[in-house]
């Protein structure tokens, strides 16, 4: 009341935001965090900031009113009342809309209350209770429509309704050879106001709901004290276990046996079923992983693994078996199988180019009357016909040359390029240049490789491809040397014989070398794991590597080149990715002219350019398609497995 009178004297000046009470205490149920919202932001049951600053400032009593109500609802969120809470805190934000903490306690308390909800909702559905669980899911969509955490809960129990599961999973089993025993109790509701030791009592309970009980002797007779009111019989038997710390079996519809609730107890008389589990697929290390989980996890001690036949041997309860059955068959089942599609793409050109012109390079300077003179000299036969037949006179010798050189009789290197005269008589002289060409020359070849391959894999398993050769490489060798240490005649020599002993050193001389080999893979090795992942994309694991000849030996043997990748990638499912881009490029240019003219720029292509290019490039394309995806996405159902923690 102090508070609302302080509040209510200050209507002179701003309006003062109310004394906050203490920070509410987590609460046992964990909430999701929720971001700290400004007082601009659109709350459910409050207006807007620019609203606020518009519409006419509350009035006292509404901020008094909205005090109060706030106060209440703080006190409601220490006892985790959170929807009630929730209503107070929307009631004083609209009261009094100009205080922002009024806001931000709305989006507390709504995160608080739609979290509460979604955690009894997976109670409810642990317990195969999809209506509850249904119930309390569209309750709180319609307290948070836009929450995303809810619309994911939704969907899994679409799924669970899609996949026919209407009871949890722990109580689906296989058939079993005899059915557990089901009591036959009353169904009224009986008080009880005991105050007598503990086997007494368990005798008076039983027997008030038409049982029979048999008593062990682990089962003390302490006295304790029973006060219930309007008990169903389950609400008695669990009263009854906390207060004895007991645990009843089921003899048959009206019997039962009671004793101390430890872990020897349990195994004695909780009733055991034996289960033979098939895995043929398994291997004998997986075999022995799904021995230890049911032996850790499950806590069945008698497990057994059959290496031979790939079996496994279980004896527990109902439950614990019916809860093992249901984990591996969402581990069997839930095996994805994805096909790689890899593609490997080689490109090869090769180009050569020889242009220009070839000047002479050489030039030959001769004394034109000693070259004629001896060619005449060295052909004085044919000179001699070709007189005798008219075609010349005698002293005609530039005729008679001709007719030597035009006949191909007489070849000469001088005069077949051609000749440049100069000077008079005994001095005329000539020059006669080398050959000149003119090149046009040009060779291509051009090589395209396609290889594909697929790889049926499963999820978490390896495949290896290689592609190429194997090269085979001498790591050592070993010789066989003569005996020529210890001449014995007639056994390491031969005595007397000349032809034998020629024979023997003959063979003594000759050695045999026998070479030790080992052969390497050449080409592309790639080694791919997947992994499908909830979304539906494909997480890759690669191990890439590419070896080859280096051209180059060292003491003969061969060097090689390699190249290797190894990552991670993710894509779609049915996208392609390039894991490996190689590209080679070679050129090379050879100039023959003439020097300092062929240096000109401008003038060097004019010369003879020989132009030598070769380009390689290696493509590998690898595209996952899931075949078999046998997980649905989101969060699978939950299971539950009852243990007993307490001590012997």
Do not use: C, W
């Not at 055991?272 to 697929?281: D, R, S």
């Amino acid at each position: 009341m102090l508070l609302a009178i302080a509040a209510g004297t200050t209507q002179a000046q701003q309006p003062a935001s109310p004394p906050l009470p203490a920070q509410p205490p987590s609460s046992p149920v964990q909430s999701a965090p929720v971001a700290a919202a400004s007082a601009s932001s659109a709350v459910p049951g409050t207006a807007p900031a620019n609203d606020a600053k518009q519409a006419k400032p509350p009035s006292s009593r509404d901020r008094q009113r909205a005090v109060k109500l706030y106060l209440a609802a703080s006190k409601l969120f220490d006892k985790a009342q959170f929807e009630e809470a929730l209503k107070r805190y929307r009631q004083a934000s609209s009261l009094d809309p100009s205080n922002s903490d009024y806001s931000l306690a709305v989006q507390v308390a709504l995160s608080h209350t739609v979290t509460a909800l979604i955690q009894t909702a997976a109670k409810d559905r642990t317990r195969g209770d999809d209506a509850s669980a249904r119930a309390a899911l569209a309750h709180a969509l319609q307290l948070d429509p836009k929450n995303p955490q809810v619309a994911e809960h939704l969907y899994e129990l679409g799924d669970d309704s899609v996949r026919n599961l209407t009871k949890p999973l722990y109580e689906q089993s296989t058939n079993n050879v005899a059915a557990a025993e089901e009591l036959v109790h009353t169904t009224g509701a009986h008080t009880f106001h005991l105050r007598i030791g503990q086997r007494q009592m368990i005798q008076q309970v039983f027997k008030a709901y038409g049982l029979e009980v048999t008593l062990d002797d682990s089962v003390r007779s302490a006295p304790v004290r029973l006060d219930v009111d309007d008990a169903s019989f389950e609400q008695a038997m669990r009263i009854l276990s906390l207060l004895t710390n007991t645990f009843y079996v089921p003899l048959d519809e009206h019997r039962v046996v009671v004793a101390l609730d430890n872990r020897d107890n349990r195994q004695r008389f909780t009733r055991q079923q034996l289960e033979t589990v098939y895995l043929p697929g398994l291997s004998s290390t997986e075999l022995n992983e799904v021995s230890n989980l049911a032996r850790n996890v499950f806590e069945a001690q008698q497990a057994v693994a059959d290496q031979s036949a790939g079996t496994l041997t279980i004896r527990a309860s109902e439950q614990t078996i019916n809860a093992f059955d249901a984990t591996m068959r969402d581990l069997l089942d839930g095996r994805n199988q994805v096909l790689l599609d890899v593609r490997m793409v080689q490109l090869s050109k090769t180009s050569g180019r020889t242009t220009g012109a070839q000047l002479p390079q050489q030039v030959t300077a001769f004394n034109a009357f000693a070259e004629e003179q001896s060619i005449l000299n060295a052909n004085q036969s044919l000179v001699q016909q070709i007189i005798s037949s008219g075609l010349a006179s005698p002293g005609d010798t530039l005729a008679i040359l001709g007719i030597l050189l035009a006949s191909g009789q007489v070849s000469s290197s001088v005069f077949s390029n051609g000749v440049a005269l100069f000077g008079n008589g005994l001095t005329l002289s000539g020059l006669s240049p080398g050959p000149a060409t003119v090149n046009i020359n040009l060779n291509s070849s051009d090589t395209r490789e396609l290889d594909r391959m697929q790889l049926r894999l499963g999820e978490d398993e390896t495949g290896t491809l290689r592609s190429g050769t194997r090269y085979p490489i001498i790591t050592s060798s070993y010789s066989s040397v003569g005996a020529s240490g210890v001449n014995i005649p007639g056994l390491s020599g031969a005595g007397n014989s000349g032809g034998l002993s020629s024979l023997l050193s003959s063979a003594n001389s000759a050695q045999s070398t026998i070479p030790q080999i080992q052969y390497e893979d050449l080409g592309l090795t790639l080694k791919a794991t997947p992994k499908v992942l909830r979304s539906g994309d494909v997480a890759l694991t690669l191990d890439l590597k590419i070896d080859a000849l280096a051209g180059s030996t060292i003491n003969s043997v061969p060097v090689l080149n390699n190249r290797a990748y190894s990552g991670v990638v993710t894509v779609k499912e049915g996208a392609a990715v390039v894991v490996a881009s190689e590209l080679d490029k070679a050129e090379s240019r050879a100039i023959s002219g003439v020097p300092g003219f062929s240096e000109i720029p401008g003038l060097n292509n004019v010369t003879d350019v020989d132009t030598q290019k070769s380009y390689a490039s290696l493509l590998i394309i690898i595209t996952p398609h899931v075949v078999r995806g046998s997980r649905t996405a989101g969060h699978s159902p939950m299971m539950r497995v009852e243990r007993n923690t307490q001590a012997h």
